[in-house]
């Protein structure tokens, strides 16, 4: 390829690198002149353009890109149409990314014009997340390179998205007089919390005293049992693992397995065990697991659930990135092309669960009090369904059969949540985890007790989300003060999916870095009844 200025005269065939506005019209950075160009060019007096004339062994920037997308085997990953020399990544299935950097270099080296970016290895993603994008820098570029570097692609494994597999899991928990069973029991849901990001299940907890053969015989157990998964074995100590022969590393030999590696260069993390019974990894979990924020247990769980095998030097390979800096979730690198907003999809999390304590003890259900003969949280979902037209998640806990049959026969889903006693984090998690919400670009967050919020409020929402390309949270208002509902993307699933406690997600929307869009909704964004007069003075009628 040549790049230069040409005499407009003998310009045909180039392609522009710039824009050109005339009097009748503009030609666009990239298009190809020909004779007729040329006389527009002429009349206009432009006597030179910068252009490039290509080579006979050139290929054009996004025949370029979409050669070298080809070049990678397609599993797991999808890939956008090239458009200015841009060709994006996209995964198409939960899982773990892993990239091959040599490899990434090596291509990389071809030639400048040819680049490929791609995230950091063994980082788990979600489906639609983008994990690469090929990048022309040229208008052009040699066929020839461009045949080198799919040969790069074609010959090795540059880089792949491993699907999560589902497994089932055992949690073998040790007692001391000093661990509170709180804190067991708050680990158990952490860790099965963990899991479903992967879409595996903890399956059974057994509680053992801190001794070698009473963990081995637990872990035996645990093999023994009969699942419909792949297995794997997680052990919480109650006390810190010091060595090699302590209690953890000496059960799972007693259990006649082998110790892989004790000790991984990941801060915090440090103290993991791993090993293996037979086929099943048998995991010693570090004290920080039992906290939701990211540490060396999750790079050792993530390999497992994708099917690998960590062996002592990948474990070993971890020290650099392994001092891990306590941060939100950040998005994920964004994609260059924008969504037609038609596409952008929204679901909607109604939160139905509390307990409802202002109303008093033994008091009416505040959703189940009737405004215009219906019971609010009916009320409520047909005000979801009217604004988004289908994908609705009903959260239900407190009162759960009355709830439930108060919403009869609406086209919606519902998910119980168990645990709804620890707080609003965990119904939050329970939604979004749903597969009609995790399939979505974003969520939107309504609470079933705001009978002020309408169709149209969710409607003008979703309209500034779409309009965001999906890339923005966005918040419900009234005269400047935050309200609800909020519209959480796709970005900040994973930071909430790792909520506690009785927590929404405000902290999430003022740490995620995202940009955040405030609707006014006027007073509806503040008007939920949590007691009974406050039922009554929004017009509804106590019931229940």
Same mark, same amino acid.
């Given at each position: 390829?040549?790049?230069?200025? *040409?005499?407009?005269?003998?310009?045909?065939?180039?392609?522009?690198?710039?824009?050109?506005?005339?009097?009748?019209?503009?030609?666009?950075?990239?298009?190809?002149?020909?004779?007729?160009?040329?006389?527009?060019?002429?009349?206009?007096?432009?006597?030179?353009?910068?252009?490039?004339?290509?080579?006979?062994?050139?290929?054009?920037?996004?025949?370029?890109?979409?050669?070298?997308?080809?070049?990678?085997?397609?599993?797991?990953?999808?890939?956008?149409?090239?458009?200015?020399?841009?060709?994006?990544?996209?995964?198409?299935?939960?899982?773990?990314?892993?990239?091959?950097?040599?490899?990434?270099?090596?291509?990389?080296?071809?030639?400048?014009?040819?680049?490929?970016?791609?995230?950091?290895?063994?980082?788990?993603?979600?489906?639609?997340?983008?994990?690469?994008?090929?990048?022309?820098?040229?208008?052009?570029?040699?066929?020839?390179?461009?045949?080198?570097?799919?040969?790069?692609?074609?010959?090795?494994?540059?880089?792949?998205?491993?699907?999560?597999?589902?497994?089932?899991?055992?949690?073998?928990?040790?007692?001391?007089?000093?661990?509170?069973?709180?804190?067991?029991?708050?680990?158990?849901?952490?860790?099965?919390?963990?899991?479903?990001?992967?879409?595996?299940?903890?399956?059974?907890?057994?509680?053992?005293?801190?001794?070698?053969?009473?963990?081995?015989?637990?872990?035996?157990?645990?093999?023994?049992?009969?699942?419909?998964?792949?297995?794997?074995?997680?052990? *919480?100590?109650?006390?810190?693992?010091?060595?090699?022969?302590?209690?953890?590393?000496?059960?799972?030999?007693?259990?006649?397995?082998?110790?892989?590696?004790?000790?991984?260069?990941?801060?915090?993390?440090?103290?993991?065990?791993?090993?293996?019974?037979?086929?099943?990894?048998?995991?010693?979990?570090?004290?920080?697991?039992?906290?939701?924020?990211?540490?060396?247990?999750?790079?050792?769980?993530?390999?497992?659930?994708?099917?690998?095998?960590?062996?002592?030097?990948?474990?070993?390979?971890?020290?650099?990135?392994?001092?891990?800096?306590?941060?939100?979730?950040?998005?994920?690198?964004?994609?260059?092309?924008?969504?037609?907003?038609?596409?952008?999809?929204?679901?909607?999390?109604?939160?139905?669960?509390?307990?409802?304590?202002?109303?008093?003890?033994?008091?009416?259900?505040?959703?189940?009090?009737?405004?215009?003969?219906?019971?609010?949280?009916?009320?409520?979902?047909?005000?979801?369904?009217?604004?988004?037209?289908?994908?609705?998640?009903?959260?239900?806990?407190?009162?759960?059969?009355?709830?439930?049959?108060?919403?009869?026969?609406?086209?919606?889903?519902?998910?119980?949540?168990?645990?709804?006693?620890?707080?609003?984090?965990?119904?939050?998690?329970?939604?979004?985890?749903?597969?009609?919400?995790?399939?979505?670009?974003?969520?939107?967050?309504?609470?079933?007790?705001?009978?002020?919020?309408?169709?149209?409020?969710?409607?003008?929402?979703?309209?500034?989300?779409?309009?965001?390309?999906?890339?923005?949270?966005?918040?419900?208002?009234?005269?400047?003060?935050?309200?609800?509902?909020?519209?959480?993307?796709?970005?900040? *699933?994973?930071?909430?999916?790792?909520?506690?406690?009785?927590?929404?997600?405000?902290?999430?929307?003022?740490?995620?870095?995202?940009?955040?869009?405030?609707?006014?909704?006027?007073?509806?964004?503040?008007?939920?009844?949590?007691?009974?007069?406050?039922?009554?003075?929004?017009?509804?009628?106590?019931?229940?």
């Amino acid at each position: 390829m040549k790049f230069g200025d *040409f005499a407009t005269a003998e310009a045909e065939g180039a392609v522009l690198a710039h824009s050109i506005r005339l009097s009748d019209g503009s030609l666009a950075k990239g298009h190809v002149l020909d004779r007729a160009d040329l006389d527009r060019l002429a009349a206009a007096n432009i006597v030179h353009v910068t252009a490039a004339k290509i080579e006979p062994d050139d290929l054009m920037e996004n025949e370029a890109a979409t050669r070298l997308a080809r070049a990678i085997a397609p599993d797991h990953l999808t890939f956008s149409e090239a458009a200015t020399g841009r060709v994006n990544v996209h995964s198409a299935v939960d899982g773990l990314f892993v990239a091959n950097r040599a490899a990434v270099d090596r291509l990389n080296s071809v030639d400048p014009a040819i680049t490929l970016a791609c995230l950091a290895d063994h980082v788990p993603v979600r489906h639609g997340d983008m994990v690469a994008t090929f990048k022309i820098i040229p208008l052009a570029v040699s066929g020839e390179k461009v045949a080198a570097g799919a040969d790069i692609l074609q010959q090795t494994t540059v880089f792949e998205v491993k699907p999560f597999k589902p497994h089932a899991v055992s949690l073998v928990a040790t007692e001391l007089p000093s661990l509170k069973t709180s804190v067991m029991d708050k680990t158990a849901r952490i860790l099965s919390q963990r899991l479903q990001l992967a879409g595996s299940t903890l399956e059974r907890e057994e509680r053992v005293a801190h001794r070698a053969p009473d963990v081995a015989e637990a872990i035996g157990k645990a093999l023994q049992a009969a699942d419909q998964s792949s297995k794997l074995v997680i052990v *919480f100590g109650a006390s810190a693992v010091i060595d090699a022969g302590d209690v953890i590393p000496e059960a799972i030999r007693l259990a006649g397995g082998q110790v892989i590696q004790v000790g991984m260069p990941v801060d915090p993390g440090n103290l993991l065990v791993l090993g293996r019974v037979g086929d099943v990894h048998v995991v010693g979990a570090p004290g920080c697991a039992r906290s939701p924020k990211e540490n060396g247990f999750d790079w050792v769980l993530d390999r497992i659930l994708a099917g690998e095998k960590p062996t002592p030097q990948e474990i070993s390979g971890m020290g650099v990135g392994g001092l891990l800096m306590e941060i939100q979730s950040r998005p994920r690198p964004r994609d260059i092309a924008v969504k037609p907003q038609a596409q952008i999809s929204v679901a909607v999390v109604l939160l139905a669960a509390g307990k409802a304590r202002r109303m008093g003890e033994g008091g009416p259900h505040k959703l189940l009090a009737e405004f215009d003969g219906i019971p609010l949280v009916r009320r409520s979902a047909m005000t979801a369904l009217a604004g988004v037209g289908s994908a609705v998640v009903a959260v239900t806990g407190h009162r759960h059969g009355e709830i439930v049959q108060a919403l009869a026969g609406l086209a919606i889903e519902r998910v119980h949540n168990p645990d709804y006693v620890s707080g609003m984090a965990s119904s939050l998690v329970a939604g979004i985890s749903a597969p009609v919400a995790q399939r979505a670009d974003g969520v939107l967050v309504m609470l079933a007790d705001m009978p002020g919020v309408t169709s149209d409020d969710l409607k003008t929402l979703i309209a500034a989300f779409r309009k965001a390309n999906g890339q923005a949270i966005v918040r419900a208002v009234s005269r400047g003060k935050r309200g609800n509902p909020v519209i959480l993307p796709r970005a900040v *699933f994973d930071a909430v999916m790792r909520l506690e406690g009785d927590v929404g997600a405000r902290h999430i929307i003022e740490t995620a870095g995202l940009p955040v869009i405030d609707v006014d909704i006027g007073d509806a964004a503040h008007l939920d009844v949590d007691t009974p007069d406050a039922v009554i003075a929004a017009g509804g009628i106590l019931k229940g």
